[in-house]
């Protein structure tokens, strides 16, 4: 079983909530479920929509054709009509000769509920459709509203028992198992982080990272973690920085344009070898660019993020699980070898939920690299072998650190040796960093054969449906970016090699020939939209032909 279905409105209709909800019903039937949510950067108006792919296996994204759309505003309908065999629209809002009427906002009226509500009658009538019982909606209402969901209810049962007097249903829903929890990219990566021992979170609102803050915000009592939101981003770098100098381990969430101005900070985190995470959501740039649109065009960016040579670890995931586990892998890394750490990926994956299959115990807190001798003299950065320096804070010891070079202590220095050696002493966490990530999964591969498709954050799960569908394509995703993962490279066998990305430029096709000697070709896509499973099919075949 695999299908889809679109609710699509203009910005006030709920478009979200109500697909949301809808994906939650099939969710608690044991079906994996895809949610890719569609907006443009308005409060009211505009054309919004949902995709919802409910599938018994694993999904990864959307597909272009839909068996149903339900539209609430007329306008909304022809971008859709060529890829949907149904319509359900708001009869009592306008009319659509060619689909199939319901009176939402009359029944909105009745209820003594806004026209806003009117979504839930839709949804209603989706129970009908696909024959699920109508309780199971009610109890998804509950739990999402309490006391206040008993309007939500009412509509939803006109919706449904409208419906049962006026339209044909699809096929019907067996329960296929347990319940699914579905999560976005973003919550998946603060819960990650969370597992590791996350105690700050600070961030500026920008979107597509915005739902973090709003996540953890709303969490902070049940997850112990203390949520700030600063009056800028440069200001939320800063104070990530000082959580670290004190052992608080701290994350920042923030897009492009954000971290543009976090870049001084960076480069300081890497001088004072202080701990933190960065999510950093793309979309579509430069400057304001397509801001509620998904794209791939920072990683080159954020490779070198930060003035000066240090070490800086980045990874980037696939999908929602690989979010969890890189939200918990990276945290830990960060505070192991005391150097910024930068979790980069898009709106695509940002934003949309999915159903997940998460192991929590894979990510655990792994303990820090501790002082235990006399604090009296302690030595923030004491030179080892490693580059590592043992971490001590206040109050227990006096604890010095400047954006200045400086020597063991933390005093400012600009002697050719000793600044020198200072130097070296930090640029040898990278080979630390490296071997560590040698042991970890710095790639993912799938499928089997020569012919090689290399992907990179959300285009991993697009490409691992698309591929699957021709046959004889191995997917390869890069899932750590800095260090390079050269080594897993080398084992590949390749005939032919793709690589797919929603940037124009092909950014980690070059990565690829710069440290791997490979020369690929590239599907690109920077229109804002990520590719739909059919799209990037038809593409693969005209590549590996």
């Excluded at 060619?98 to 029944?107: A, Q, V």
């Excluded at 949804?123 to 309007?151: H, S």
């Excluded at 910024?340 to 820090?368: F, G, H, K, M, W």
């Excluded at 790639?443 to 591929?467: C, D, H, I, Y």
């Amino acid at each position: 079983m695999d299908f889809s279905f679109i609710i699509s409105g203009m910005a006030g209709d709920g478009i979200k909530s109500a697909s949301m909800i809808a994906g939650k019903i099939f969710s608690r039937l044991g079906y994996y479920v895809f949610i890719n949510n569609e907006y443009q950067s308005l409060i009211r108006g505009g054309h919004n929509f949902a995709i919802v792919r409910v599938s018994d296996n694993k999904i990864w994204g959307h597909r272009r054709r839909s068996e149903l759309l339900i539209a609430l505003q007329d306008y909304t309908i022809s971008p859709h009509s060529d890829y949907v065999d149904r319509v359900i629209f708001d009869s009592s809002g306008f009319d659509y000769p060619e689909g199939e009427g319901i009176p939402m906002t009359d029944f909105a009226k009745e209820v003594g509920a806004p026209a806003g509500f009117r979504n839930a009658a839709a949804i209603g009538a989706l129970c009908y459709i696909y024959d699920v019982d109508i309780d199971i909606l009610n109890n998804i209402y509950r739990d999402a509203f309490g006391d206040k969901a008993e309007k939500d209810i009412l509509l939803a049962e006109k919706g449904y028992k409208y419906a049962s007097e006026n339209m044909k249903q699809l096929e019907k829903i067996q329960k296929a198992g347990e319940p699914k929890p579905i999560l976005d990219g973003n919550q998946a990566s603060g819960l990650g982080a969370v597992k590791a021992g996350l105690k700050n979170y600070y961030a500026y609102p920008m979107t597509p990272s915005s739902s973090l803050l709003h996540f953890l915000a709303s969490m902070k009592r049940k997850l112990g973690v203390t949520v700030v939101q600063p009056e800028n981003e440069i200001s939320v770098a800063v104070m990530a920085i000082g959580s670290a100098f004190v052992g608080r381990k701290a994350m920042i969430g923030t897009s492009g344009g954000g971290f543009a101005l976090m870049h001084e900070a960076i480069s300081l985190a890497g001088m004072t070898e202080m701990p933190i995470l960065c999510l950093e959501s793309q979309r579509g740039a430069p400057s304001t660019g397509l801001p509620t649109y998904n794209a791939q065009e920072d990683l080159k960016f954020v490779l070198h993020a930060g003035h000066g040579e240090f070490p800086r670890i980045i990874a980037s995931p696939g999908d929602t699980e690989d979010a969890y586990y890189l939200g918990g892998e990276l945290l830990n890394l960060s505070w192991k070898y005391q150097s910024p750490a930068i979790l980069l990926t898009d709106r695509y994956l940002s934003e949309n939920q999915a159903t997940c299959d998460i192991d929590v115990d894979r990510v655990t807190e792994e303990s820090l690299p501790l002082y235990s001798g006399d604090f009296s003299d302690y030595r923030r950065y004491s030179m080892t072998e490693s580059g590592v320096s043992p971490l001590a804070f206040p109050p227990d010891a006096i604890v010095k650190a400047t954006g200045n070079e400086h020597d063991e202590y933390g005093f400012t220095i600009d002697g050719e040796k000793e600044s020198s050696e200072m130097y070296a002493k930090r640029m040898r966490k990278e080979e630390g960093i490296r071997e560590e990530v040698k042991k970890m999964d710095a790639v993912r591969v799938f499928g089997s054969g020569t012919n090689v498709l290399f992907t990179w954050g959300s285009t991993t799960g697009v490409a691992v449906e698309a591929a699957s569908e021709i046959g004889d394509i191995k997917v390869v995703q890069i899932r750590y970016l800095s260090p390079f993962p050269d080594w897993e490279i080398e084992k590949l066998e390749i005939d032919k090699a793709v690589t797919v990305e929603c940037n124009y430029t092909g950014q980690l096709r070059s990565l690829l020939k710069e440290h791997g000697g490979i020369n690929s070709k590239l599907i690109g896509n920077w229109g804002g939209r990520q590719f739909s499973i059919e799209q990037l099919a038809e593409k693969l075949k005209e590549a590996f032909e």
